[in-house]
């Protein structure tokens, strides 16, 4: 078997080796969820496992080894997507989880993780309405491995695309940046996945008039039941047309960079963190 | 008694009668959250109590009683206050439920309404950390009321702060605003509890040196356990010196009025929305 | 800020000063429940906060500070109300929590405050139904505690009437005491309100034929669901009639003063305790 | 096999053909749990079940077999013993259920019932300290059928001893009767016992110095963790030793009599009730 | 009262002498369920209670008392019946508990005799379907025993028929045996009932055509809904036909026999085990 | 995009066009499991994700498109591993779920299937410990959707290995077959992996001392704390030496053929199932 940093694809005594040289576990957290008609639905769970993949190789280049980094298999289902950050989760094919499911299976992985001696933990996000809900279980696990008599654990909760820099963003949206929050099937989604599945992608149906109206124009509220006259045609929040497998590596690039950076500032015990 | 709008403070009569006419029952989500040195713990239950009472109010005033306002009593405890918006749950004082339990008591309170016939609810939120657990609450309202048989029932879910514009948060952040997440205990906060509750507030305080080096700098991620160091001794995140009982008033008529048609906009019939 | 008892109304600076002289916690648990047409709904919640703070108060003065007394926010939603001593959770306006949310939430307020300092703590019912939900969440808060190496916690329990003695019940009630059960909406309930909220009683009501037939005669078993026809037509269980201010501040002066004492006997570490 | 009211000794085509009758269901509720030194540890489930089969045999004789009767197989285990009814949850041998357990529990076994045709459902209570969970269970079981489109079940809830009635008490506790809950393994359990079970009595033992001091004075709150001391040496409330067999038969016929009133007056249909 | 293994039979004091020298408690694990129309619904909570009492007696008697036996109040009610080994849960009669309860309820009684001091504990399990559900009860109680510093606890989890040897297999079924799934209500539990409790089996009705066509050839899947149809129309998915006591007392003694040695070669400290 | 059975790879508009014609859904429920050092930890998730997507696409070939297949997104975390099936949940790498959170997960998957269309569900195992939880998950989503007044939807439980038939199990075990829960990282497995992920395959590994004395000897019961002892030093139960890719063909066809059958006779309308 080839060297890995996917620990699906590890055998467990190869494992055994990197945990006990204190590596960085990174759990990725997804969603299986519409994406438009030009992408398929393993959208949030595919990137988010290709960053912290991408995130745990360059940690490990960038230490010339010194903080080792594994890829936990991914939580590929995520919280009831919503109206205004995923189109809403009435959308046939966005198959969620409930807050409480979600919460224990965070806390399962994360706790399982600390059992056998992961102690530095990164739960990476890549479905914006996974976040409290994962904080949460990383929380109650945190505070289960305590109650075992475990202190020395620590978890960074995250997601990828906080660590694009405003100076990319200003490049990549030249014509103005609407939240990453809308960015649902966008251009940083859909360029990710040009990097990463070119084959998953089909750029010929953004010109569909479906894709017409974008970026979406949504309440700042939200209503249950979902309206759905309030969510566009497509299922995406704004307009992928722009999308490129270059914009793709560069937002791989930056985020990758700044995500090697925090994770490093945090487990290596340089102390406080102040923002840059 | 006197006539009110506050659930609390009506005998069940009045209440039976009001939500005969098909009244927006609102509830206010807060939280039991140091505040800094200059104000009272209750600032999130109170000042969401105080806008729910006054969107209420405006709300019966604005359509000539056609549409009827209630608010019921509020939660007054909130989810884990996290570092980035509240300075994070370790602060003695932060007196924090935990998202399973959030998620029960908001489901409990919306269904328990409903079942004795409310179908128009709004969730007014006045706690960042909240939202994701009382709009999973009010999914399982819901989901209750549709295996009971009832099938009429709409609820709204917002944050306060979002109804405020940005033509007003130019105006009152002539230096520029950092976004909702840091206005804990910040200028917002502080100007609306010098409006409703200005006994609960002493700006004295906001000149010590405890106040220094606001607005805080944070990470653009959490760490569990939470690593003090990053939340300022005041456990401000912005600085609320710039606050007055003035500015509350501007942000109370703005966030009420606009409020006021949200809902209208939702329990009046009127079809779609499209912000504007 | 005014000195206060109030959690709700302290700065948290205030609260850590108090919390570090191992001040005991008294936490009101209340409902949001009908109080036939003369009294407003928040009764249960609002007496056991006025009395959680004159005991509070009334403790500080009794031992000369050597015991700190801090009330913190309300469990302002209680359990479903039952026919026997409460008319029932069909009622409108009863809004009640559930008994795994009750239990979670007094669970998760308890530990909450233990977690910051808080090793006295007293659990004040001032809602029947609540008893036994509020005791399972102390005990599971406690559990907690112990699994987290904090073994030096020690919780009270009790209901506020509980502490009226014989003596002041044959006095107050000439015509025979029915038992507290039936008290709902009562004279003593009725009685307090018109001591700490005047405002919220109207005693013009009182003379309807509404509340003909009191007390009610339920019988000694409950059924589910709830008989409407068992419940008087006021949703009163015994009549308020007889009540005054006068007869309100002998109930608070008398429990508490023997709260006071109850309080004392725990906290002041004198050993065991006989009833006398 | 002979005929029988207890479910556990029927095979399942008699019970189709009973329930098929509209059979009342009594469910009998115990615990297992310390009662002194002069009786086992099976008394609040062996007696409740033995209550329990001794209504359903008179309601069948006092019906004609209008009403069928039968006994499911007990929950033999209760909630947490607390030390004003029980001594407490910490002696050793009172092996406790949590709350939401014994909720859990009794929600299945009742829904279980009601999924198979059971439409009349008895609760019988025999140890203080489950009522309310019990109550609670039958409520989340009903709520679940009339989800599941049953809605024509009914389930009255009881615990025997409130069908003994003054006069009895009277004739019984010439000394004067503490109530139900001091009532611990005093003279109605064990001369219950005497009755039902000889065999698991031994009245010798209630000579023993062990039981000096009884009645317990016990403090009008609770305390957790449970004050040991309060508790007296043998675990027993009050004290036993003018138990006989025959006021155990006197109780059983008071209260037998009294339940097959009560229970007839709930399922035959005659309207509502008042207490007599 | 006589000497018991029964706990429920015990007095609390004699109890506490037993567990004070490290007794192995059983608890037995059963069911509800139909059995045909040839026994009684409590099989498997009856012939486990009996297993368990034989394995404890012959314990005792193997050790001369090094290892005193008790056995624990049994749990009643058990997970829904499967087709393939239980003829399903739609079958009236059969009682079941769905699996969070269950899992519950195990771990609260197997905490409950832990906090008391048991270290030796053994649960027997006597219906096919409860055996993950218990598992995982068991796992949670240790986890909890763990939180709370206790960490001597051993848990030995197994159901009585695995400890029937392939020899005895060969005698009683010179057929051919088809799995202890389908031996539900078959020769083994009919035989043991026949030993146990002869009155609660009635052999005559064997003969009925309701028993025509056993074993049952049921699908290597599970269906939901049940397909009512794969069950035959007895409930029983072998033949009772060829049942006796005398196959009764044989499957008991071998039974009780090696379980005897599992339960001295893990709680005797020889060291680890190969089965023989 | 390419056509694929796989729901991950699928666009939504695509999915919704096959969830239109009824498609069956197969939802793959494996592990992240230790399985030796020559296979990856993946095995349970990837081989059971593979059987699925052969199984769906010959349904789709063998009727000609009457019936459509589709692939969920794999539960690729599953129950603690046990001793006598997968080696213990103590082996490092081993990353397990609870029991209450895989009832869960198992839950929503269906439910959310289930709440947009899908009918004709089959939950495919291949992680022996899973089952019982997976099918309680299964019947509360069932149950969910009928309260929802959904009740047309079928559920097929299945673990594929069920559908080798004893011919191939003679032919590719001619030394004997130990059972399938023995077969944990052996010949099924390890061939299986070598026909659908050769590269996550080392079988050099196999040769290694680590691997002598296999089968392992289990005992028949369990035991908590695990005792590692009993447990072969390489984590496998049975010897994969003896594995092939030829082998791994055929393992597949067998088992694909049959479940293919057994998936039409339960979704094809053809009546009841006779196993042959």
Not at 10 to 35: N, S
Not at 101 to 116: C, M, N, Q, R, S
Not at 160 to 168: A, L, M, P, R
Request: glycine share 10%.
């Amino acid at each position: 078997m080839k060297p890995t940093v996917y620990m699906e694809e590890m055998d467990a005594f190869t494992y055994r080796e990197k945990l006990a040289k204190d590596a960085v576990v990174f759990i990725p957290v997804g969603a299986l969820e519409q994406h438009g008609s030009h992408m398929a639905m393993c959208v949030d769970a595919a990137l988010t496992k290709a960053m912290a993949g991408a995130t745990a190789e360059a940690l490990v280049a960038d230490t010339d080894g010194a903080l080792e980094g594994i890829v936990a298999a991914p939580i590929n289902y995520g919280y009831r997507s919503q109206q205004r950050s995923g189109g809403g989760f009435h959308l046939t094919g966005t198959t969620s989880l409930s807050g409480t499911t979600l919460i224990a299976l965070a806390k399962d992985v994360v706790f399982g993780l600390i059992l056998h001696g992961a102690r530095k933990i990164v739960l990476m996000n890549g479905h914006y309405e996974n976040y409290q809900f994962i904080f949460e279980g990383a929380e109650l696990a945190l505070e289960k491995a305590r109650e075992n008599g475990i202190d020395d654990v620590k978890i960074q909760l995250l997601s990828y695309w906080d660590f694009v820099d405003d100076e990319t963003i200003e490049a990549l949206y030249p014509d103005g940046f609407t939240g990453w929050d809308l960015e649902h099937a966008g251009v940083m989604e859909t360029s990710l996945m040009l990097l990463f599945h070119p084959d998953l992608v089909d750029m010929d149906k953004t010109g569909d008039a479906l894709y017409d109206g974008l970026p979406a124009e949504l309440p700042n509220y939200d209503v249950l039941p979902i309206v759905p006259g309030y969510t566009p045609p497509s299922g995406c929040l704004s307009s992928p047309v722009e999308s490129s497998r270059e914009k793709g590596a560069i937002l791989r690039n930056v985020a990758v960079k700044h995500m090697v950076e925090a994770v490093k500032h945090e487990f290596s015990g340089e102390g406080d963190y102040h923002e840059v």
